[in-house]
């Protein structure tokens, strides 16, 4: 496992999928009963942009630290940029993981669960959230736990997806994965993170799990710059299993205005059903 996150934290990858979450988790939290969330790839929950990992690659400059600096963000992403304005003091240093921002989220009748394979990271997610009584900490695999902690007994909430794709066969993984949690769990939202590097392995990904069954879902995709270089990053995508109601709309009003701020001259994004309200079909 070479994978860290302190290298690529608040980059434009971790704005759409954070942006993403936070929208979804305040819509469970609009209805009293209590919700679940399982971060199945939690990392650390939160990252020094002063490191040297950090410094390193600078990632989070053309992503987080623009997106704070530009002018007239669409209301819908704001919630998500006061989440980050609040663990900074003006000047941004700290950027907030999937953890800490879920953990921000939570009422007192909601449960989070945090898994982490890297034993280093799990650690340090221990110590974070040593004494939290409604987060806990799983040092293991994101598939088994997905397999072990759905259905939640609350019967509504989110799970994060977002493994780092250091395995050739991590599409087919998380097929697997996601097939599995969706017999378990069929009417839990899901997001998952992909990266866009060529468009073809991204296509076979959605075939593959349309043709199997998929409830409704929704795609939305940031591009830095065309998909043809196989060995880029040119853009990531977030697969939305029964998203919350109006996430599309949202998604429709964000996506737009990040890619004209994170890209202004090579961008792009996409939203679509991949499978719509019609031909929805639980697996
Ligand atoms: C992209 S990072 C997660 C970032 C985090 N979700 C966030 O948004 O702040 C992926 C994480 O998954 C962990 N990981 C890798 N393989 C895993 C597995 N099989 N099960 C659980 N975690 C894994 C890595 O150590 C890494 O911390």
Redesign the pocket.
């Known amino acids: ?1 070479n ?3 302190a290298f ?2 608040g980059n434009f990858a ?1 704005v759409l ?2 942006a993403a979450l936070t929208l979804a988790l305040a819509h469970l939290g609009r209805k009293e009963a209590s919700y679940f969330c399982l ?7 939160s990252y020094d942009l002063r490191s040297v990992a950090a410094d390193k690659t600078g990632e989070y400059r053309a992503g987080i630290a623009k997106v704070l600096e530009a002018a007239d963000p669409p209301p819908e992403l704001v919630p998500y940029l006061e989440a980050v304005r609040r663990r900074n003091d003006g000047e941004l240093r700290w950027y907030p ?3 800490v ?1 879920m953990r921000g989220m939570l009422r007192p009748q909601d449960r989070l669960a945090l ?4 034993p280093e ?1 799990a650690a340090d997610l221990a110590g974070r959230f040593a004494g939290d009584r409604q987060v806990a900490i799983h040092h ?4 088994a ?1 997905m397999k072990a902690l759905l259905p939640p007994p609350e019967r509504r909430g989110l799970v ?1 997806v ?3 794709f ?1 395995a050739k066969d991590e599409f087919d993984r998380l097929r697997r994965g996601l097939r599995q949690a969706l017999k378990r769990w069929p009417t839990g939202c899901y997001m998952v ?1 992909y990266p866009i590097k060529a468009r073809l392995p991204v296509q076979r990904f959605h075939q593959d799990l349309t043709t199997e069954g998929l409830p409704k879902t929704l795609v939305a995709e940031l591009l830095l710059r065309c998909d043809d270089d196989p060995f880029r990053l040119n853009g990531c995508g977030l697969l939305m299993i029964n998203p919350p109601w109006q996430l599309d709309e949202a998604m429709a009003a964000i996506l737009p205005w990040l890619a004209k701020v994170l890209a202004p001259d090579t961008g792009g994004h996409r939203l679509e059903w991949l499978v719509g309200e019609d031909n929805s079909n639980t697996a």
């Open positions: 496992m994978y860290r996150h690529h934290a971790d999928k954070h971060d199945a790839h939690a990392g650390i929950g993981g999937s953890p921002l898994v982490e394979l890297h990271d293991g695999d994101a598939y736990s994060l977002d493994p780092p250091e993170w």
